[in-house]
Each structure stands twice: as C-alpha cells, then as structure tokens.
C-alpha cells in the first residue's frame, strides 16, 4: 500500500465514548493517514487507563487536508453521538471535540452554533487539547489485536510505534470492527500487503460481521 504521508497532516482529537470504536470507525475513512487513541481532556499528570484521573478516552486523528477538512471530520463526528444526551455517568466517556488551533476552534464554535439554533440543550464537551497522552498498547488499534491470525502479518514487518502508526493497521482494524463493508474491502484489499491467508482471513471476518 502507498503509505506515503502528505506534505501537510492536520489532527483532529476527539472523544467518543469508549476510545476502541472511533479508533476503528475513523481509521477507515479516506484520507485519514494514522490514528492512536490516548487520554486527554483534564490536568491529572501521566494518566493509564487505570488511572485515568479527570480525563476522558480520545482518538486522534491525523489526516491530509488536502482531501478532507476539519469541518468534515466534525461533522463525521457530530452524526457518531447524541449532543442532546446529557453527560454520561463518567467522565472518562463524555463526547468532546478537543480543538487544537485556533482555525479548529472557528469551526467547532460555528457548528455549535448552528448546531443550537435548532434547540436543545448540548452537552458535547467543547475544549482546548492541553496535551494528549498515548494509551497502552493494548488499545491501539483494539479490535485488530484480537485477531492473533492478523496481528503475525505486522508482527513480521512493524515495531510498536510502526504498527500503531500504519495506515494499513488502521484500515484493518475498522474492518475487523464490522465499519467497512465487504465490496470496499474487495477493493483495496490487494494493497494492503497482507499474505494469501491474511486476506482470507479478514475476508472472512468481514462477511461474517456484514451478513
Ligand atoms: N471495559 C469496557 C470499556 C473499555 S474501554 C477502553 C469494555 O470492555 O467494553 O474503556
């Protein structure tokens, strides 16, 4: 697969719920280059999972913005929660846009507004990133890492922070999750330089997840 970044990466950082899904959920759609899910979002020094402290679980995003823009990638996320459902018992879990610029800021500030000019009340939490802490390695790219069969494919040819870092890895990992569907897969499949029985493998899961 061509994994050559663009010139410019833009990042986006968002909370969803439980980081394992938009980590999957996002990594598929075109023109993001590299995901990783981290802790952001409070002022408790060095969090872990297990000790979290006052932040929430996010997902970065890195994408070329040359072929997807930020307002883009908000709106993806918008339609992926219910701003209206207030906030949820723990922190760890709220919804949130952490902006990271001052452009990013523009645009989120745009979006709640139009987003309250409809009514309701919104509880999507609404940020600065101070600064985003990767998680464990166990959560990177979660569903992929359940699947021993696929895991040796980047075993064989990725360190840690190549695997978390891979295009294909993110790719992989939205479909293993059941986001991508069949006939998409069967398109790109061939690049993603996985062995005869790797591509059967995620074939197979992808049929089984779809129908
Ligand atoms: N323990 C929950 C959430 C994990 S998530 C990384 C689960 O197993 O679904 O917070």
């Known amino acids: 697969m061509n994994t050559k970044l663009p010139e410019t990466i833009e990042t986006a950082t968002f909370g969803l719920g439980c980081f394992w899904s938009p980590d999957a959920q996002f990594g598929l759609i075109e023109a993001v280059v590299r995901t990783r899910v981290g802790y952001a979002g409070g002022t408790t020094a060095n969090p872990t999972y297990h000790n979290i402290g ?3 679980e996010a997902v970065e ?4 913005p040359s072929q997807i823009s930020y307002p883009e990638l908000l709106e993806i996320f918008w339609i992926s929660h219910n701003p209206h459902q207030s906030p949820s018992w723990s922190r760890q879990y709220m919804d949130a846009v952490l902006y990271r610029t001052e452009s990013q800021r523009q645009c989120v500030e745009l979006k709640l507004d139009r987003e309250k000019a409809k009514g309701g009340e919104i509880y999507t939490l609404i940020q600065p990133l101070t600064q ?3 998680a464990e390695d ?13 895991m040796k494919e980047f075993d064989r040819t990725c360190d840690r922070t190549q695997f978390i870092n891979s295009l294909v890895a993110a790719k992989v990992n939205g479909y293993v999750a059941g986001c991508g569907s069949l006939s998409n897969l069967e398109r790109e499949i061939r ?5 005869a029985a790797g591509c059967q493998k995620l074939e197979k899961i992808v049929s089984r997840s779809r129908h």
């Open 54 to 56: 006052n932040h929430i």
């Open 61 to 64: 995003i890195d994408f070329d």
């Open 132 to 134: 985003f802490y990767w």
């Open 138 to 150: 166990y959560h990177q790219k979660y569903y992929l890492r359940q699947e021993p069969e696929l």
């Open 191 to 195: 690049n993603f330089g996985l062995s």
